[in-house]
């Protein structure tokens, strides 16, 4: 285990189970592991299963498998096997020498389906697939049998052997475990164990043309490995059954035990792969790390801190009953984490000019600013201040409500680090739209202060004209409108507010010459990253997350 996360232990039913099992001898090394299949992109709900299988092993000093199931070539691709692993170190785990595939148990799992079939416990069905889910019954219905089921041992094992052999086509034969089709669990009657597929494997090549179904490579991979605590969530509950009949009537080296628990569910979030699927086939975001995803991928391109996401998980606890969590928890961790460590940097998003009239043309000075208020050893850094300055537009209006404080015609304000200034004159466009402010600078009040005492109700960033740097602004709100979207017309309840692109923004130079990809507080804006399409010509940054939620507020009122 990497000794970079300290995850401090907690307590849920999970935790207790292996602390018996220890304490009773049971185990004397705790084994877990974390089994993705590489066919698809990893969320943040794969982050809570994360956490706890790394978390477990090292908070009992056992030790955790990566494990990648990969029984479907169909699907699977070296880039997800890449990225998922990626995506576990970033959430600061490593599973050391303990990467395992599957695949690399092809060969016994077929002996072992062999010596069923010798066993008279499981069957070669030339059924289609259609035929088979038609005759598998109901929940109130019990299924039918094959017309397959009484083969001979020796023709089953003439079959099963010819399907390996590459004879016969795709969907022409599966090998079928002969267990009850009356069972009143649905996944006992007569599950499919080996289904034909022509089709290259990432990892073994064409060297199969049957390949086992994942409820019989999962549990004897997980035996192989002498994984003690099985942990998984609770939709495989009903598979436990089948978990178990394989283990009892194989001759495995070990035997784990399944324990389920409540996988994670998030308001205005669908974490279905399907729907995941869609989102990027049909172009509704712009890949599998748009920053809008629930991806791991996305949560990292966005700015979220790895540690951020474990405190998440930590704080939503481990529980055997599902339940919805509210988003709001999640975005809670990412400002606390991010409050705590991004530097402060100003950024002015929406323009507006300012001049300062009564300041010397071709003049400037260096004004110092604090790099995190609450972190003195962040220290400090300089920004330019002239004539010519540019403040947001929404902090100037014309003709201000009562409790608007910033600035308007005659109305003073403090710029952050410098002087007060005051609004003499708003110049507008042929169209009526204010297009720069004529201000004057009080020289007495740098640093913030008046030496007569008086008072000012708003403070405000700035950045020189001269000096600051252009850069394209993503602001980035919740994918969907719901806090339930609808998952079979998950199109209709997309927030079209998602996503907005501001490209005449202007950053501090510091952000310009810096290379990094940590997270800065916009200070007054937000939480930003820079984007990996930033280049050094064209600066581009994400709000990872606003200073407070607005977004549930604004959607309320529509």
Request: aromatic share 10%.
């Amino acid at each position: 285990m990497t000794d970079t996360v300290a995850i401090e232990a907690g307590r849920d039913f999970i935790r207790d189970i292996v602390q018996a099992d220890l304490d009773s001898g049971q185990h004397k090394t705790i084994v877990t592991r974390f089994p993705p299949e590489p066919n698809g992109y990893l969320h943040i709900g794969h982050a809570k299963s994360i956490a706890l299988n790394f978390g477990i092993a090292q908070e009992f000093s056992g030790r955790c498998h990566l494990r990648f199931d990969d029984t479907n070539p169909t699907r699977e691709e070296q880039e997800y096997i890449d990225s998922i692993q990626a995506d576990v170190r970033w959430l600061g785990f490593d599973w050391g020498k303990n990467l395992f595939f599957a695949s690399d148990y092809f060969d016994r799992l077929y002996e072992w389906a062999e010596g069923l079939i010798r066993q008279g416990l499981a069957y070669v069905d030339d059924q289609s697939q259609d035929e088979i889910r038609a005759s598998r019954g109901t929940l109130t219905e019990p299924g039918k049998n094959s017309p397959f089921r009484d083969r001979s041992v020796d023709e089953n094992l003439d079959l099963f052997r010819r399907m390996k052999a590459g004879e016969f086509p795709n969907g022409a034969r599966v090998l079928r475990a002969r267990i009850d089709m009356e069972a009143g669990n649905i996944n006992l009657r007569d599950p499919v164990l080996y289904r034909i597929l022509h089709a290259h494997h990432p990892r073994t090549g064409d060297a199969w043309s049957i390949y086992p179904s994942y409820d019989y490579a999962h549990g004897q991979s997980d035996a192989i490995e002498g994984i003690t605590h099985s942990i998984c969530t609770l939709e495989f509950e009903d598979h436990r059954p089948l978990y178990d009949w394989f283990l009892d009537r194989l001759p495995v080296p070990s035997h784990p035990h399944q324990y389920e628990f409540a996988r994670l569910n998030l308001t205005y979030t669908l974490l279905s792969k399907r729907v995941l699927t869609r989102l990027v086939q049909d172009g509704h975001v712009s890949g599998w790390d748009d920053p809008r995803m629930p991806t791991i991928a996305g949560l990292k391109r966005r700015g979220v801190p790895p540690a951020a996401v474990r405190e998440f998980v930590k704080r939503i606890g481990v529980a055997k009953a599902n339940s919805v969590v509210d988003v709001g928890m999640l975005e809670f961790c990412i400002r606390e984490e991010l409050n705590r460590s991004a530097p402060r940097r100003m950024a002015v998003l929406r323009p507006l000019k300012v001049v300062i009239e009564n300041y010397p043309e071709g003049a400037s000075e260096e004004i110092e600013a604090i790099n995190h208020p609450d972190d003195p050893a962040a220290g400090t850094r300089k920004i330019a201040f002239g004539r010519e300055l540019y403040i947001e537009q929404d902090d100037f209006m014309e003709n201000p409500p009562k409790k608007f404080f910033r600035l308007s015609p005659g109305s003073e304000v403090r710029l952050r680090y410098a002087y007060f200034i005051k609004c003499r004159e708003a110049i507008k466009n042929a169209a009526g739209e204010v297009i720069e402010l004529r201000c004057t600078y009080d020289p007495a009040t740098r640093g913030g202060n008046a030496p007569d005492g008086r008072k000012v109700k708003a403070t405000m960033h700035w950045l020189p004209a001269a000096q600051s740097k252009p850069a394209e602004i993503r602001i980035y709100n919740q994918l969907f409108a719901k806090p339930s979207p609808d998952a079979g017309n998950f199109a209709a309840d997309l927030n079209p507010q998602s996503l907005e692109v501001l490209n005449g923004a202007r950053v501090e130079p510091a952000l310009a010459e810096s290379n990094t990809y940590a997270a800065v507080q916009f200070e007054r804006q937000g939480y930003f990253v820079r984007d990996p399409d930033s280049t050094a010509d064209r600066l581009v940054f994400n709000r990872t997350i606003g200073l407070r939620d607005t977004f549930a507020k604004e959607v309320g009122k529509g």
